[in-house]
């Protein structure tokens, strides 16, 4: 008898559909019928516990006719009804706080509904809300002195339920035309399962800026004027304060603060001027998107004022349009009520007009008006103060005016806890270290450039440092040992934490004399931990505080004895200073790509607080 040879091919193949049925069948109790299975069971659990709950507590059961009484996942467990469920698979157990079981009387009878939830698996019992749908958009505006009328509401739908009566529906919440501000009224209903659902609607009463400001200024030209309180406005998250209302209803806005301090070397002209390029080419730029679209680009007051015209209230001359100027000695005339005016400030300002060798003139706020008008060299570096022209459409959204609760143009999109900080915007603060600073940019790399709001102290005490080595030529330097780079590299981490910063390649400007905005200079680059801001970032001029020494600025020359530092009238630019000259330190820093926001909402009042 001739014996049968083993078909090798047929057997591997068979091998093969079993072990792919194994695979298949182990798939399938593993990955779907034993975690089920293990829920099933949490489930079952979960619902015993529940009743024997409400067994031993029978003063919770509700007794009357469709009441709902629930308890938690995290009560049973509190109170030993039963341990933890585990999420399948898992250590973390299942959500305590959402599970629940409801004993209900329907019928002189009580039913029980379990809604147990562990991880991505989850009872079919109905645990959602009913669906209310409005009539209307869920965000409206309204005009201020107009009347509002609630739409109401289309539809209430629910799983259990059904259709229900929009009449059962409670709804809080009023809104006051009369006060510009945002509004919310609430829509709330619970189902026969004591399933609970709100919903809200945003009213937001506005009024145009323009009307705001030509109903304050009807009595003073448009302008206005004297030390007046009710002209603030927040934007880009800096102070600004309203200069006036145009013909054709656009407003001209100016900032509370001076931003930097840049020189304005010029061609007889505002127009392609140093001071024109650093507010459009860099000034602009920081600003966001949306702030940019409420900017109307125009011309603003060019003229030449002499000695002998500067009370003008008369411009002769426009510059070319431009999204971002600054303020002209007319503008200053004109907010001044022969006493004083808001736009006044303690340190030396540019003012757009030029005067005679194309010389240019500032106002301080230090000497009595008018002898506080003077002209100034075009290459000094002097307090810049933008100035915008607000589209018509302007409107505001909040605030009263006051510099506590300015007006608000736009919605506030703050940092929320656990988001990035480099999500944030230009002009927000941050605490760190017991130090507020500022955000100045975000960089395409994911880092946060941030400058010091202050000083660093110690003791209450501002640190003073100076040059301390013998060079002739005083640039900033980390690798010098007296240098005031050296002295910020490595002895300045002792005042203030650093383990958020991380290192950045820094750009040194050395220039070939005066510190220029368009100055030819060398540039030294080096990687720092820790460094100061130039004369031109913005946030790096002196806002509102008074320091002992003033503060030292990264910008270096060639030429001995030319420092840069802050002082109390701006920056000025040393000539032949001595080399005893100390100040104080201004951190400009960078903080990582991964560091998240813990608490805050950006302001001065609460900044940003990060997670260490």
Same mark, same amino acid.
């Given at each position: 008898m001739?014996?049968?040879?083993?078909?090798k091919?047929?057997?591997?193949?068979?091998i093969?559909i079993v072990?792919?049925?194994? &695979?298949?069948?182990?798939?399938f109790?593993?990955?779907f019928?034993y975690?089920? +299975?293990i829920?099933?069971?949490?489930?079952?659990?979960?619902a015993a516990a529940g009743?024997?709950?409400?067994?031993?507590?029978?003063?919770?059961?509700p007794s009357?006719?469709?009441?709902?009484?629930t308890?938690t996942?995290?009560t049973?467990?509190q109170?030993n009804?039963?341990?933890?469920?585990?999420?399948p698979?898992?250590n973390?157990?299942?959500?305590?706080?959402? =599970?629940?079981?409801?004993?209900?009387?329907?019928?002189?009878?009580?039913e029980?509904?379990?809604?147990?939830?562990?991880?991505k698996?989850?009872?079919?019992?109905?645990?959602?809300?009913?669906?209310?749908?409005?009539?209307g958009?869920?965000e409206? +505006?309204?005009?201020r002195?107009?009347?509002?009328?609630?739409?109401?509401?289309?539809?209430?739908?629910d799983?259990?339920?059904?259709? @229900?009566n929009v009449?059962?529906?409670?709804?809080?919440?009023e809104?006051?035309?009369?006060?510009v501000?945002t509004?919310?009224?609430?829509y709330r209903?619970r189902?026969?399962l004591d399933n609970n659902t709100?919903?809200?609607?945003? &009213?937001?009463?506005?009024?145009r800026l323009?009307t705001?400001?030509k109903?304050?200024t009807k009595?003073t030209?448009?302008?206005?004027?004297?030390q007046?309180?009710?002209n603030?406005?927040?934007?880009?998250?800096?102070?600004?304060?309203?200069?006036k209302v145009?013909?054709?209803?656009?407003v001209?806005?100016?900032?509370?603060?001076?931003?930097a301090?840049v020189?304005?070397t010029?061609?007889?002209?505002f127009?392609?001027?140093?001071?024109?390029?650093?507010?459009n080419d860099y000034f602009?730029?920081?600003?966001?998107p949306?702030y940019?679209k409420?900017?109307k680009?125009?011309?603003?007051?060019?003229?030449?004022v002499?000695a002998?015209?500067?009370?003008?209230?008369?411009?002769?001359?426009?510059?070319a349009?431009?999204?971002?100027?600054i303020?002209?000695l007319q503008d200053?005339?004109?907010t001044?009520?022969g006493?004083?005016?808001?736009?006044?400030?303690?340190n030396?300002t540019?003012?757009?007009?030029?005067a005679d060798?194309? =010389?240019?003139?500032?106002?301080t706020?230090?000497? $009595?008006?008018p002898?506080?008008?003077?002209v100034?060299?075009?290459t000094?570096?002097?307090?810049?103060?933008?100035?915008?022209t607000?589209? $018509?459409?302007? =409107?505001?959204?909040?605030?009263?005016?006051s510099?506590?609760?300015?007006y608000?143009?736009?919605?506030?999109?703050?940092?929320?806890?656990?988001?990035?900080?480099?999500?944030?915007e230009?002009g927000e603060?941050?605490?760190y270290?017991?130090?507020?600073?500022?955000i100045?940019?975000t960089?395409?790399?994911?880092t946060t450039?941030v400058? @010091?709001?202050s000083?660093l102290?110690?003791?209450?005490?501002q640190?003073?440092?100076?040059?301390?080595?013998?060079?002739e030529r005083k640039?900033?330097?980390p690798?010098?040992?007296?240098n005031?780079?050296?002295?910020?590299k490595?002895? @300045?981490?002792?005042?203030i934490?650093?383990k958020?910063f991380?290192?950045?390649?820094?750009s040194?400007?050395i220039?070939?004399?005066?510190?220029?905005?368009?100055?030819?200079h060398?540039?030294?680059k080096y990687n720092?931990? &820790?460094?100061?801001?130039?004369?031109?970032d913005?946030?790096s $001029?002196?806002?509102?505080?008074?320091y002992d020494s003033?503060?030292w600025l990264?910008?270096?020359?060639?030429?001995?004895?030319? +420092?840069?530092? &802050?002082?109390?009238?701006g920056?000025v630019?040393?000539?032949?200073?001595?080399?005893?000259?100390?100040?104080?330190?201004k951190?400009?820093a960078?903080?990582?790509e991964?560091?998240?926001?813990k608490?805050?909402?950006g302001?001065i009042?609460?900044?940003?607080t990060?997670?260490?």
């Amino acid at each position: 008898m001739k014996k049968k040879k083993f078909d090798k091919k047929k057997i591997i193949r068979i091998i093969e559909i079993v072990a792919v049925i194994l &695979v298949v069948f182990l798939i399938f109790f593993f990955g779907f019928y034993y975690p089920n +299975k293990i829920f099933k069971d949490n489930e079952e659990t979960f619902a015993a516990a529940g009743e024997r709950y409400y067994q031993v507590n029978r003063n919770f059961i509700p007794s009357e006719e469709g009441r709902v009484m629930t308890v938690t996942l995290s009560t049973l467990v509190q109170e030993n009804y039963l341990d933890d469920l585990l999420i399948p698979y898992s250590n973390k157990v299942c959500d305590v706080n959402d =599970s629940t079981v409801k004993a209900v009387l329907k019928d002189g009878k009580y039913e029980y509904y379990t809604y147990l939830k562990c991880g991505k698996y989850e009872s079919d019992t109905d645990h959602e809300g009913p669906v209310i749908t409005l009539n209307g958009d869920t965000e409206q +505006k309204v005009s201020r002195g107009s009347e509002y009328t609630d739409p109401g509401i289309k539809s209430v739908v629910d799983n259990t339920d059904g259709e @229900m009566n929009v009449d059962d529906v409670t709804v809080k919440g009023e809104v006051d035309t009369s006060k510009v501000g945002t509004y919310k009224i609430t829509y709330r209903i619970r189902d026969s399962l004591d399933n609970n659902t709100t919903v809200t609607r945003t &009213v937001k009463v506005e009024e145009r800026l323009s009307t705001v400001v030509k109903e304050a200024t009807k009595d003073t030209n448009n302008y206005y004027r004297g030390q007046v309180d009710n002209n603030y406005l927040m934007f880009n998250n800096m102070l600004f304060r309203i200069v006036k209302v145009n013909n054709d209803n656009s407003v001209v806005i100016a900032s509370n603060d001076a931003l930097a301090n840049v020189d304005y070397t010029n061609d007889g002209k505002f127009t392609d001027s140093s001071l024109d390029k650093w507010l459009n080419d860099y000034f602009y730029n920081l600003l966001e998107p949306r702030y940019q679209k409420l900017i109307k680009s125009s011309t603003w007051c060019d003229d030449k004022v002499n000695a002998d015209n500067t009370s003008t209230t008369e411009c002769t001359r426009q510059s070319a349009k431009r999204n971002v100027g600054i303020l002209s000695l007319q503008d200053y005339n004109m907010t001044h009520d022969g006493t004083s005016s808001y736009l006044s400030k303690t340190n030396y300002t540019w003012y757009a007009n030029i005067a005679d060798d194309n =010389s240019a003139w500032g106002i301080t706020g230090v000497a $009595a008006y008018p002898e506080s008008l003077a002209v100034s060299d075009e290459t000094n570096l002097l307090n810049v103060v933008p100035a915008v022209t607000l589209k $018509a459409s302007t =409107s505001i959204l909040d605030g009263d005016g006051s510099s506590t609760n300015p007006y608000i143009i736009l919605e506030d999109k703050k940092g929320k806890s656990s988001s990035n900080l480099n999500e944030r915007e230009v002009g927000e603060y941050v605490k760190y270290s017991g130090y507020t600073f500022r955000i100045s940019n975000t960089l395409d790399d994911g880092t946060t450039e941030v400058i @010091m709001d202050s000083t660093l102290t110690s003791n209450n005490r501002q640190v003073n440092i100076s040059y301390e080595n013998e060079q002739e030529r005083k640039v900033y330097n980390p690798n010098q040992e007296g240098n005031i780079a050296y002295q910020i590299k490595n002895d @300045m981490t002792r005042y203030i934490d650093t383990k958020l910063f991380v290192n950045k390649e820094i750009s040194v400007p050395i220039y070939d004399g005066r510190i220029t905005y368009e100055g030819k200079h060398d540039t030294k680059k080096y990687n720092l931990l &820790v460094t100061i801001p130039s004369t031109f970032d913005i946030f790096s $001029a002196r806002i509102g505080n008074t320091y002992d020494s003033g503060y030292w600025l990264i910008d270096s020359s060639k030429e001995a004895g030319i +420092k840069a530092v &802050v002082r109390s009238s701006g920056t000025v630019t040393y000539s032949n200073a001595p080399d005893t000259t100390t100040a104080g330190v201004k951190v400009k820093a960078y903080f990582g790509e991964d560091v998240v926001i813990k608490s805050g909402s950006g302001t001065i009042d609460d900044p940003y607080t990060l997670v260490s």
